[in-house]
């Protein structure tokens, strides 16, 4: 029913900037809420980033506040997640979700997953 892509995601060095897109399908976008996940490797799944269907609110996990910046366009049907002062440790793989549950920050709570976008920092 919805289908969800990731894009961005390359090799930086820690400091830089990267602005991960993820698109997706269907006409109803913005009755949802989309999230950003990343898993690094031997990890698990941790919430990134949350913003409401309206894009009016939003939530960020403490490692990537005041860092981050995720944002949506519901017209093209697109979530944006800016990362400001990469550091090796954001290197993981990144995945965009979407979820009918409100805010969620849990990984249970989304229905809808992309297939990711992998992220590296190096120091």
């Known amino acids: 029913q919805v289908q969800l892509v990731e894009s961005g995601g390359k090799l930086v060095q820690a400091g830089d900037s990267l602005r991960l897109s993820c698109a997706a399908s269907?006409?109803?976008?913005?009755?949802?809420?989309m999230g950003w996940f990343r898993q690094a490797s031997g990890k698990e799944r941790e919430f990134v980033a949350v913003?409401?269907?309206?894009?009016?609110?939003?939530i960020y996990s403490d490692s990537v506040k005041g860092r981050f910046t995720i944002s949506r366009d519901n017209a093209k049907h697109t979530v944006h997640l800016q990362m400001n002062s990469l550091k090796p440790e954001d290197t993981a793989f990144y995945y965009c979700a979407a979820t009918l549950y409100g805010l969620a920050t849990t990984r249970t709570s989304y229905i809808y997953w992309g297939q990711g976008t992998q992220v590296t920092v190096s120091s």
């Open positions: 913003i409401s269907g309206s894009g009016g609110d939003t």
């Open positions: 269907g006409r109803a976008f913005d009755g949802y809420h």
